[in-house]
């Protein structure tokens, strides 16, 4: 395979670093038509990196210490550079992922059910992320302006991302699995319980 050599344990924390990048360079280049206000959509490519093992089925190629720490780390660095509010991002990426496992444990892993998921998930991270800063009085919106000019569009936007992303990623995290010995095919053969050995001729 082409990632045989990169396995997913190092291929994830990569991916969530360079959708990390993009959520920022889309925010910023994007600002005159994702923030027109009162409507604002934001890019949330760092999310669906995160739950992208989840949505694939290749969680169980990493461990889950080492999954929930990317998300983790990759929630703290999110509050630094975007947020501005330590705790935030870094308490909700983690609770995204657990809620996506619990979520996708009744799915198959389909196209279809993985979007079914994203949209969970994305959308209980946008209702977190509305209470969080209702409790430290950041939220400048009531509920309805809320779901209309804020949840709405950012789950337009996203699922936009993932109807995108989503194939290339797959295959992604695909090629970078370990082969599962269960899968290999070994055909039994009739040695007659000896071991082939190259007879010696015989003058």
Do not use: C
């Not at 395979?1 to 994830?12: A, E, G, Q």
């Not at 501005?84 to 992922?97: C, E, H, R, S, T």
């Not at 059910?113 to 998930?121: K, N, Y």
């Not at 989503?166 to 090629?175: G, K």
């Amino acid at each position: 395979m082409l990632f045989k050599y990169l396995r997913t344990s190092w291929l994830h924390p990569l991916i969530v670093f360079i959708a990390m990048l993009l959520d920022g360079a889309i925010a910023l280049n994007g600002a005159n038509v994702l923030f027109q206000m009162p409507m604002a959509a934001s890019p949330y490519l760092t999310l669906l990196a995160i739950v992208m093992p989840i949505l694939t089925g290749t969680e169980n190629q990493m461990s889950q210490f080492w999954l929930f720490a990317v998300a983790f780390l990759s929630g703290l660095t999110y509050d630094i550079f975007y947020t501005g509010y330590i705790g935030i991002a870094m308490i909700g990426f983690p609770l995204l992922l657990w809620l996506a496992k619990w979520i996708q444990h009744y799915f198959s892993h389909t196209y279809t059910w993985a979007l079914s998921t994203w949209f969970l998930t994305l959308s209980a991270y946008l209702v977190f992320d509305y209470l969080a800063f209702g409790v430290i009085n950041v939220a400048n919106m009531n509920l309805q302006q809320f779901v209309l000019f804020h949840m709405f569009p950012s789950l337009i936007l996203n699922i936009m991302f993932f109807i995108v992303f989503y194939y290339f990623a797959n295959w992604l995290y695909q090629s970078s699995r370990v082969p599962d010995m269960d899968s290999y095919d070994v055909q039994s053969r009739e040695l007659d319980g000896r071991m082939p050995l190259k007879r010696r001729s015989v003058r």
